[in-house]
T-cell receptor, first 114, second 111 residues
Framework: AQSVTQPDIHITVSEGASLELRCNYS??????LFWYVQSPGQGLQLLLK??????LVQGIKGFEAEFKRSQSSFNLRKPSVHWSDAAEYFC????????????FGSGTRLLVRP | NAGVTQTPKFRILKIGQSMTLQCTQD?????MYWYRQDPGMGLKLIYY???????DKGEVPNGYNVSRSTTEDFPLRLELAAPSQTSVYFC??????????FGPGTRLTVT
């Protein structure tokens, strides 16, 4: 069965520091992968997606993610974190059927130190 | 363009009461989804719909029902509310792709 693991429940970084959030997936074929962000009290917003092609994908708000098939990973990165990036981040994989369902990881909460 | 709207934003129910969470989208999306979000658990799919008149169970459907009589609306019905249904509920829609658009959520407490 498909699954997504986000091993870090919380991460704290200082403003201006770089960020990497980890995501590992379980899926036999080439997956469709996503990162969503949820600001406090808000719904989820799509940051970026990977379907095929270039393994380094750019998203909104200066985020990028790299698909590594050999490691079954799709880690999210940002070179310099801003205080407004404090939020919860969810990695997701698209279900392997025609429903366009998403299977979400449990999320990583990012805290930003001034 | 309102996107996906959900009502109410907050609700407190007593055990055994029933209620309907409303979800409406104005993007003419065929696909709609209901999720619940519990702390530390990510989002779990309750029900989904691939078009008007078609619904199917997700990962955690017990205690819930849905209907999809129009493209725009996808209400979620809770019958006989239980404390285990205390959660934040999100509705989402998709234009026949994996990119889902989420509503702001409904925070439900059952006591």
């Amino acid at each position: 069965a498909q699954s997504v693991t986000q091993p870090d429940i919380h991460i704290t970084v200082s403003e201006g520091a770089s960020l990497e959030l980890r995501c590992n997936y379980s899926y036999g074929a080439t997956p469709y992968l996503f990162w969503y962000v949820q600001s406090p009290g808000q719904g989820l917003q799509l940051l970026l997606k990977y379907f095929s092609g270039d393994t380094l994908v750019q998203g909104i708000k200066g985020f990028e993610a790299e698909f590594k098939r050999s490691q079954s990973s799709f880690n999210l990165r940002k070179p310099s974190v801003h205080w407004s990036d404090a939020a919860e981040y969810f990695c997701a994989v698209g279900a392997a059927d025609s429903s366009y369902k998403l299977i979400f990881g449990s999320g990583t909460r990012l805290l930003v130190r001034p | 363009n309102a996107g996906v709207t959900q009502t109410p934003k907050f609700r407190i129910l007593k055990i055994g009461q029933s209620m309907t969470l409303q979800c409406t989208q104005d993007m003419n999306h065929n696909y709609m989804y209901w999720y619940r979000q519990d702390p530390g658990m990510g989002l779990k799919l309750i029900y989904y719909s691939v078009g008007a008149g078609i619904t199917d169970k997700g990962e955690v459907p017990n205690g819930y029902n849905v209907s999809r009589s129009t493209t725009e609306d996808f209400p979620l019905r809770l019958e006989l509310a239980a404390p285990s249904q205390t959660s934040v509920y999100f509705c989402a829609s998709s234009p026949s792709s994996y990119e889902q658009y989420f509503g702001p959520g409904t925070r439900l407490t059952v006591t």
